[in-house]
Nanobody, 125 residues
Framework: QVQLVESGGGLVQAGGSLRLSCGAS????????MGWFRQAPGKEREFVAG????????DYADSVKGRFTISRDNAKNTVDLQMNTLQPEDTGVYYC??????????????????WGQGTQVTVSS
């Protein structure tokens, strides 16, 4: 089991940047694929970015490709999401999640067994 805590959310103007960080408890962090999801008001939770257990593979939603970068540090039990050129449509609660299932990156929320409490990102126009 792993516990996840996100940080780094906030209010930023369009075109700005934020870096989200997720810290994980436990000694088996490298056994989990990690993902970032987001949920805007009135919308379903959606996949944003994912990274494999080793960090060798990543995947991104089309809407954030070229703007967001996911990375992980297995020695520090952290996974980060660097978000650049933010747009108002990036507004939402961002969740860190852990997938114990496979070595590849999965993009479906139901594949992720553990979730953080979320951090709010608000992008003003």
């Amino acid at each position: 089991q792993v516990q996840l805590v996100e940080s780094g959310g906030g209010l930023v103007q369009a075109g700005g940047s934020l870096r989200l960080s997720c810290g994980a408890s436990g000694r088996t962090f490298s056994s989990y694929g990690m993902g970032w999801f987001r949920q805007a008001p009135g919308k379903e939770r959606e996949f944003v970015a994912g990274i494999s257990r080793s960090g060798g593979s990543t995947d991104y939603a089309d809407s954030v490709k070229g703007r967001f970068t996911i990375s992980r540090d297995n020695a520090k039990n952290t996974v980060d999401l660097q978000m650049n050129t933010l747009q108002p449509e990036d507004t939402g609660v961002y969740y860190c999640a852990a997938d114990p299932g496979t070595f590849r990156v999965r993009i479906t929320a139901r594949d992720y067994a553990y979730w953080g409490q979320g951090t709010q990102v608000t992008v003003s126009s």
